[in-house]
């Protein structure tokens, strides 16, 4: 079994910056893909960006430049950098583990999730 936890939301201006992190218990993570995802109420999850075991990543039009995907597979945890934040990233961001090794853009292939955690961007 596997347990992803969140942190480091928190509220921020726009063009600020945020990292948060996502640390995993379990021997899954060194060999599993990782993802990030956002979603608000009453919209549907959104893909964020993903990242396989070896480092290759994925990302979303709208993050793209902007976020960056990080892992310390020593510590068990991935990392999603956040800069020039926008009012439109405000949302509840979590964490996905895939056990298999590939970059993956829908949520439901993912096997495990996180609580999330809050980021809010104000104007």
């Known amino acids: 079994q596997v347990q992803l936890v969140e942190s480091g939301g928190g509220l921020v201006q726009a063009g600020e910056s945020l990292r948060l992190s996502c640390a995993a218990s379990g021997r899954s993570f060194s060999s599993a893909a990782m993802g990030w995802f956002r979603q608000v109420p009453g919209k549907e999850r959104e893909f964020v960006g993903a990242?396989?075991?070896?480092?290759?990543?994925i990302y979303t039009d709208s993050v793209k430049g902007r976020f960056t995907i990080l892992r310390d597979n020593a510590k068990n945890t991935v990392y999603l950098q956040m800069n020039s934040l926008k009012p439109e990233d405000t949302s509840v961001y979590c964490c996905a583990l895939r056990r298999f090794d590939t970059l993956a853009i829908a949520p439901q292939i993912y096997d495990y999730w996180g609580q999330g955690t809050q980021v809010t961007v104000s104007s």
């Open positions: 990242m396989t075991s070896s480092g290759t990543t």
